[in-house]
């Protein structure tokens, strides 16, 4: 068996070192990280993973809709929108789909896709509108 030399040794140390350091930024991200913000105030986090992406990569698609939907102007409550797609339902804001919402987020809370969506659209169509109406 041959030994390791004084190089590949500091080459592996290194490696554990990043590795560690990678662990505690990710320790240190926020517990809000999988949360949709609206004016400051979490509306929604989630908890899956759907299609590939992490809660957190979810989170951020639908804070970044959410921002260009709320750039175009006034929301009214009509604009908030559920429909149900097989085992799924979707949220969309003026036609603009926001969220998914699919078995696993549903199960967090012992109901279906569409009461997860549903119940959604009610917080946003209780929130939106005094943010974007003229004052």
Same mark, same amino acid.
């Given at each position: 068996m041959k030994l390791l030399g004084v190089k590949s040794s500091a080459i592996l140390a290194a490696a554990g070192l990043m590795l560690l350091a990678g662990s505690a930024i990710h320790a240190q991200t926020p517990a809000s990280s999988n949360a949709v913000f609206i004016g400051g #105030? @979490?509306? &929604? %986090? +989630? $908890? /899956? /993973? =759907?299609?590939? $992406?992490? @809660?957190?990569? %979810?989170?951020a698609a639908v804070q970044e809709r959410l921002n260009q939907v709320l750039a175009e102007g006034p929301i009214h409550p009509t604009d908030i929108t559920v429909s149900a797609m097989g085992n799924t339902a979707t949220l969309r804001i003026k036609g603009h789909l926001m969220f998914t919402a699919n078995p696993v987020d549903a199960s967090r809370s012992h109901v279906t896709p569409l009461i +997860? =969506? #549903?119940?959604? /659209?009610?917080? &946003?169509?209780? +929130?939106? @509108?005094?943010?974007t109406q003229a004052k």
């Open positions: #105030t @979490p509306i &929604m %986090r +989630v $908890y /899956a /993973a =759907a299609g590939g $992406y992490t @809660p957190h990569q %979810r989170a +997860v =969506a #549903t119940q959604l /659209a009610g917080r &946003m169509r209780t +929130v939106l @509108p005094g943010l």
